[in-house]
């Protein structure tokens, strides 16, 4: 019974092995992910602002005043450790 619950147990220790490997490649992916969603965007914004100018800078207006209400309405560091 012994040699069962070894085996199970070097079983499960290559499981979380794997589990371990897996985690650098999921963030490289993650990263990869992000900046090529980050050049799309770029391009987007790019392509936009040459074919119409007016369009993208009411979008950038847009963009900026979202920011901007949530960069003043956010609480404070101060406020997130006292509670």
């Known amino acids: ?42 391009a987007s914004g790019i392509l936009l602002a040459l074919s119409h100018p007016p369009l993208a800078l009411a979008t950038c207006l847009l963009l900026f005043v979202t920011l901007l209400y949530r960069t003043v309405t956010a609480p404070t560091r101060g406020d997130l450790q006292a509670t």
């Open 1 to 42: 019974m012994e040699c069962v619950l070894l085996y199970l147990d070097d079983i499960d220790d290559l499981v979380s092995s794997l589990g371990l490997i897996y985690e650098p490649i999921r963030r490289l992916f993650m990263r990869l992910l992000a900046a090529l969603a980050s050049f799309a965007l770029i």
